[in-house]
């Protein structure tokens, strides 16, 4: 379930000819090292970003954003800048902070480029926020925040953050909440009902995703009618309509990434968050659906 162990087990379990479904390693790189036998069940790190860079070009039209990333998370930035312009947009400028006084002069310097929008990659909500301000007092009207992973940040801090100056502005979210899971009634259910005194009261995404991993291993095996590693291995790459407790998996792609990627925008909306794109397939990443 950890990206950097996946990473290190899976050139294991290639050589063996073991197929692995990973159920929480979302590290963009997993995917990427041309093993056949890696698949995952979670959305990558860079879903949301290339959502949101998408959804800006091709559904806003805006021609121009500028970027500003905390240390640490430029990879989430370069997902995007790589997304929007090979849409055709214009990057006007990119900025990496480490410090929350670092944003005015930071905005300051982006304010003459009257950039569309300013993309902000960073896990922390309230410095999210606190930066929405300060680019709305310079006269930025939108802010697309990235949120990295939703178990982490959480949207209304944006808010109490920012203020009124939130409205208008974009986040971007990656995972699944159990509210929008269609089998987590029955799923949490029977989690309750086997006692694991040890973890919650209630099951959460992270378990929800990894018994889906583990039932859809189960389907292959099954399908494959086979005890060989490589016969579940083909099953699974050819996952199709499979209907998890998080929700209907399509399938995989060509490099074992899930379709759909689970990820979706949100926008500030009279004060509140309104869903406004989840999870379209139109993302790179997911094109060339089965191997």
């Known amino acids: 379930s950890c990206s950097g162990a996946s990473l290190a087990a899976q050139g294991i379990y290639s050589e063996a000819g ?6 929480l390693s979302t590290a963009v790189s997993l995917t990427e090292q041309g093993y056949t036998t890696t698949f995952r069940v979670v959305p990558r790190d860079d879903a949301q970003a290339i959502l949101m860079a998408t959804y ?40 990496t902070v480490a410090s929350t006084d670092s944003y005015t002069a930071t905005l300051t310097a982006i304010q003459p480029e ?13 410095n999210a926020g606190f930066l929405s301000s300060i680019a709305h007092n310079l006269g930025m009207s939108v802010i697309g925040w990235d949120t990295i992973w939703l178990d982490f940040a959480d949207p209304e801090d944006y808010v109490a953050a ?12 990656n995972g699944r909440r159990t509210d929008d899971m269609p089998g987590y009634s029955d799923f949490n259910a029977a989690y309750q009902a086997a006692g694991f005194s040890n973890y919650g009261d209630e099951a959460d995404m992270c378990g929800a995703f990894a018994y889906d991993a583990a039932k859809i291993i189960i389907a292959a095996i099954e399908i494959a009618d086979s005890a060989d590693p490589m016969d579940i291995r083909d099953s699974s790459a050819v996952t199709a309509q499979y209907p998890g407790v998080v929700g209907t998996y399509t399938g995989f792609d060509a ?37």
């Not at 569309?116 to 909500?125: H, N, S, W």
């Not at 979706?264 to 509140?272: D, F, P, S, T, Y």
């Not at 379209?280 to 990443?285: A, C, K, N, Q, S």
């Open 255 to 291: 490099r074992g990434d899930v379709i759909p990627q689970w990820s979706w925008l949100e926008r500030i909306q009279n004060g509140q968050w309104v869903e406004v794109q989840r999870y379209r397939v139109f993302l790179p990443l997911v094109l060339n659906k089965f191997p």
């Open 18 to 23: 073991v197929p692995m479904i990973s159920p």
């Open 114 to 126: 009257d950039p569309d929008a300013v993309f902000y990659a960073e896990i922390d909500a309230g």
């Open 162 to 173: 920012a203020g009124a100056a939130a409205e208008g502005d974009y986040a971007g979210l």
């Open 56 to 95: 800006f070009r091709q559904w806003l039209r805006m021609d121009a954003v500028a970027l500003v990333d905390w240390v640490g998370y430029e990879w989430s930035t370069d997902a995007f800048a790589d997304t929007f312009t090979g849409l055709g947009g214009t990057i006007t400028s990119r900025h």
